[in-house]
T-cell receptor, first 116, second 112 residues
């Protein structure tokens, strides 16, 4: 079974609209972390947001928020007021602390295109 | 500003040659990592280091080696390059126990 599932290979969103990128995960480790990274066409990996499994509140970083639903094992990324510069590949990533905490498991990514 | 740099950014080499990819960070992070990115696989961990003279194998370490002689640098060596090692390579660093990885810009390696 996939440990990280991103079901939207591509999305097109109108500029200034909010967008939700889906991510579900699978782990039996009670201690884990979830990240979102952005990879624009230039290729670099940019950290966006982090949520720990024991964090009580959903993480927020500027226009980015993480809708963490632990019981459903989902960690959706919400981008408010999308901008043209948000066009990029987005990866949901999990870190499982009990099986070797330096291993990050990447989803296959969602390519987001913002339409002017 | 602190940063991670990788060199070269692009490299073409031939099968069987030894290749070294450089990674240099000025964050003063103890933890450094090498990943490769291939279509359909996301990023996979090759090797990592928790500090000077410490190195550890990741999930796809065969054919690769690293050494850590100082805090700032973690060079990745392909002992005998193979076509299967054509990929984009990312170096990253983090604080000890830190959740966030700071990634370098990547090196695109082509093995012919």
């Amino acid at each position: 079974a996939q440990k990280i599932t991103q079901t939207q290979p591509g999305m097109f969103v109108q500029e200034k609209e909010a967008v939700t990128l889906d991510c579900t995960y699978d782990t039996s480790d009670p201690s884990y972390g979830l990240f979102w990274y952005k990879q624009p066409s230039s290729g670099e990996m940019i950290f966006l947001i982090y949520q720990g499994s024991y964090d009580q509140q959903n993480a927020t970083e500027g226009r980015y928020s993480l809708n963490f639903q632990k019981a459903r094992k989902s960690a959706n990324l919400v981008i408010s007021a999308s901008q043209l510069g948000d066009s990029a590949m987005y990866y949901c990533v999990m870190r499982e602390y009990n099986i070797g905490n330096e291993k990050l498991t990447f989803g296959t990514g969602t390519r987001l295109t913002i339409i002017p | 500003d602190a940063e991670i740099t990788q060199s070269p950014r692009h490299k073409i080499t031939e099968t069987g040659r030894q290749v070294t990819l450089a990674c240099h960070q000025t964050w003063n992070h103890n933890n450094m990592f090498w990943y490769r990115q291939d279509l359909g696989h996301g990023l996979r961990l090759i090797h990592y280091s928790y500090g000077v003279h410490d190195t550890n194998k990741g999930e796809v370490s065969d054919g690769y080696s690293v050494s850590r002689s100082n805090t700032e640098d973690l060079p990745l060596t392909l002992e005998s390059a193979a076509s299967s090692q054509t990929s984009v390579y990312f170096c990253a660093s983090s604080e000890p126990g830190g959740a966030t990885r700071y990634f370098g810009p990547g090196t695109r390696l082509t093995v012919l």
